[in-house]
């Protein structure tokens, strides 16, 4: 079965200090891995996601995620954090076998102070 | 539309009482997805339609849940019977089709307070 873990329930970062919010994943067969945000008594909104190719992805607002099979890794990077930054971040997967839900972690709180 | 509605974006509810929590999807998006965010907690998947098959509701919570997908756009969940445990964001999601690395794309969720 699938499933994600992040092992951080709150990342607390400076303004303009590199930010990291990691994500660990289990899949059967190949994964697709999302990265979603949501702000304050608002859905989720999409931000980036790895298919296939690079390693490195780019998505929205500056953030970049690093996939690594070998440590079964997803992390989320940006290199300057904004205050505005401050959210819930979602690392999702799902496989390529099956049925195509997506399977959630329980969130990463980020800080980031001025 | 523009992207995913769902309404009513608040509701309050005595227990005991049904509500309907309604979700239009992004036009076009065969498949859509019902998931329920507790507070505090993470996202629980609640059930998937995609086209004209089958849905897969293996995440309802009880049978006092349910959905339905009328002519393949719109979609309801009715929950019977609310209990105080079933307060939560309610969130429905939309993807083209069941090809994996889709993007699934969230509405801004349907809060739901049962007292």
């Known amino acids: 079965a699938q499933s994600v873990a992040q092992p951080e329930d709150q990342v607390n970062v400076a303004e303009g200090n590199p930010l990291t919010v990691k994500c660990t994943y289990s899949?059967?067969?190949?994964?697709?891995l999302f990265w979603y945000v949501q702000y304050p008594n608002r859905g989720l909104q999409f931000l980036l996601k790895?298919?296939?190719?690079?390693?490195l992805v780019k998505g929205s607002y500056g953030f970049e995620a690093e996939f690594n099979k070998s440590q079964t890794s997803f992390h989320l990077k940006k290199p300057s954090a904004l205050v505005s930054d401050s959210a819930l971040y979602f690392c999702?997967?799902?496989?390529?076998?099956?049925?195509?839900?997506?399977?959630f972690g329980t969130g990463t709180r980020l800080l980031v102070s001025p | 539309g523009a992207g995913v509605s769902q309404s009513p974006s608040n509701k309050v509810t005595e227990k005991g009482k049904d509500v309907e929590l309604r979700c239009d999807p992004i036009s076009g998006h065969t498949a859509l997805y019902w998931y329920r965010q507790s507070l505090g907690q993470g996202l629980e998947f609640l059930i998937y339609?995609?086209?004209?098959?089958?849905?897969?509701k293996s995440g309802l919570p009880s049978d006092r849940f349910s959905a339905e997908r009328t002519g393949g756009s719109v979609s309801t969940l009715t929950i019977q019977r609310t209990q105080q445990e079933d307060s939560a964001v309610y969130l429905c999601?939309?993807?083209?089709?069941?090809?994996?690395?889709?993007?699934?794309?969230f509405g801004e969720g349907s809060w739901l307070t049962v007292v």
């Open positions: 339609f995609q086209g004209n098959s089958a849905p897969d």
């Open positions: 899949v059967s067969g190949n994964p697709y």
């Open positions: 790895y298919i296939t190719g690079d390693n």
């Open positions: 999601a939309s993807s083209s089709d069941t090809g994996g690395g889709n993007t699934i794309y």
């Open positions: 999702a997967v799902r496989d390529d076998t099956g049925f195509q839900k997506l399977v």
